[in-house]
């Protein structure tokens, strides 16, 4: 997934990827996670579009393996998102893949599993949702089947290690 672009060209990525609790760890790149957040306006309305440059970054953060960054930027959008929507339900299950992936690569297998437990769950209450067409929707655009049966998957392995990342943007290029 390329970086898309925003005002004033495309968004850097962060300088490093954020660990909490990594021995001698950096802070957060908080100056370039800004400038995506920025691009986040107080409301969506009727829907989050798929296309919108920090969503697409917050799922590209992800596929990069800068999943604290992610989360980050994701909750901004997950924020302006309409209550009640899809497209705030398939968020949160993005960003707790995006923990997920964190606490893998922590080494805490068992709190990701529950995580990944978590964003399966999101999805599956996509779909006593009411489906009217918006468009350019996220919801409409995310494959929602592919990432259901890859978190099944995940949740069906005796133990998760750091290679059992999911990627976000890559589910999407697969369809």
């Known amino acids: 997934m390329n970086v898309p672009p925003h005002a004033s060209g495309p968004l850097p990525w962060p300088q ?3 660990v909490p609790g990594q021995a001698a760890a ?3 790149d908080y100056q370039t996670l800004d400038m995506a957040k920025a691009l986040v306006p ?8 798929a296309r919108h440059p920090a969503l697409r970054y917050g ?12 989360q980050e930027v994701l909750e901004a959008v997950w924020a302006a998102a309409p209550q009640g929507g899809r497209e705030r339900i398939l968020l949160r299950a993005c960003i707790l893949t995006a923990n997920a992936n964190l606490r893998l690569r922590m080494q805490k297998a068992h709190s990701a599993t529950r995580l990944f437990g978590e964003a399966l769950a999101e999805l599956r209450a996509l779909s006593s949702r009411k489906v009217a067409a918006t468009g350019d929707g996220f919801f409409e655009s995310f494959p929602v089947p592919a990432m259901t049966a890859l978190l099944q998957a ?3 392995r005796a133990q998760l290690t750091k290679a059992d990342w999911i990627a976000l943007g890559a589910i999407v290029r697969s369809q």
């Open 42 to 49: 107080p409301a969506f309305r009727g829907y989050v579009p």
């Open 16 to 18: 490093w990827a954020y």
């Open 26 to 28: 950096l802070d957060a």
């Open 154 to 156: 995940k949740l069906g």
């Open 59 to 70: 799922l590209a953060l992800n596929d990069r393996g800068y999943f604290w960054e992610s």
